[in-house]
């Protein structure tokens, strides 16, 4: 899931340059969806309460230290029994932008960190590289703080609770601009069920911030040739920061 593989900088692709050989090793509420409309189904009763009672404790924390001590004790879902532990965020609490991923993966389970491992790496270079950011500047996170066993997709009822954490989250760092990372980050940040064709290039609207969709770092590893695109989103998300576009 930070689903892997390695480094190469988006503006090296967008030059021509090859790949790096990988190195080691991963809201506001939706748009304009209540929390709670996630839920859905015979389960839904259930399903809505725990997600209210996550949003109330959610709103609850103060700071990201509160939040992130909440989420460390979260046992709303099953991925609570499988996870090393919780993985909560990476990066500035005070960042003018946040890059969401989907959900952690095996060495974000054992780190802690979102977005290590290859996958991480070539996050990195985008922000370092092709920003000209230091990671430590940018709020970096994902839509579940658990590792789904064997990589998994998210099921809909895991993110329907995850969605307290991450929607404080966004609340409390502010961002001006979201970066949600591949498809489902982006459909799950905007509150849509879209194919990353329709999501990406382009500028949305959350909540008053700004969203920008694009690749996730994994599969961009295995689809090279589409971070010369993956350039020209983060380049719409720099001008919406107010940073220098070369
Ligand atoms: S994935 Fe989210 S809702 Fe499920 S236990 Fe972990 S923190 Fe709680």
């Not at 070539?122 to 590289?129: A, C, G, P, R, S």
């Not at 609207?205 to 971070?227: C, D, I, M, N, W």
């Not at 350039?231 to 001008?239: G, H, P, S, T, Y």
Request: aromatic share 4%.
């Amino acid at each position: 899931m930070a689903r892997e593989q390695g480094p190469g900088s988006v503006r090296a692709v967008q030059a021509g340059a090859p790949e790096k050989a990988p190195s080691a090793a991963r809201a506001p509420a939706r748009a304009a969806q209540p929390i709670a409309a996630h839920a859905a189904g015979p389960a839904s009763e259930e399903l809505r309460a725990k997600s209210e009672e996550l949003v109330r404790q959610a709103t609850a924390c103060k700071n990201l230290k509160e939040l992130a001590s909440a989420v460390a004790q979260c046992t709303a879902c099953a991925l609570c029994h499988t996870r090393t532990q919780t993985v909560f965020s990476a990066g500035s609490g005070s960042a003018g932008v946040m890059f969401v991923g989907e959900a952690p993966g095996q060495n974000e389970d054992e780190q802690g960190v979102p977005f290590v491992g290859r996958a991480g790496a070539l996050l990195t270079d985008i922000i370092t590289k092709g920003m000209g950011l230091a990671r430590e500047a940018v709020y970096i996170a994902n839509v579940l703080k658990c590792r789904p066993p064997d990589n998994r997709d998210p099921s809909d009822s895991e993110k329907a609770l995850c969605t307290a954490w991450l929607d404080r989250q966004i609340e409390l760092v502010a961002p001006r601009v979201i970066v949600p990372l591949g498809r489902h980050a982006a459909n799950h940040v905007l509150g849509r069920d879209s194919s990353m064709g329709a999501l990406r290039g382009q500028v949305h609207e959350r909540q008053g911030r700004k969203v920008v969709p694009t690749f996730h770092p994994a599969y961009l590893l295995r689809s090279p040739s589409e971070k010369k695109e993956c350039w020209k989103d983060i380049q719409l998300a720099m001008r919406e920061l107010g940073l220098p576009v070369k």
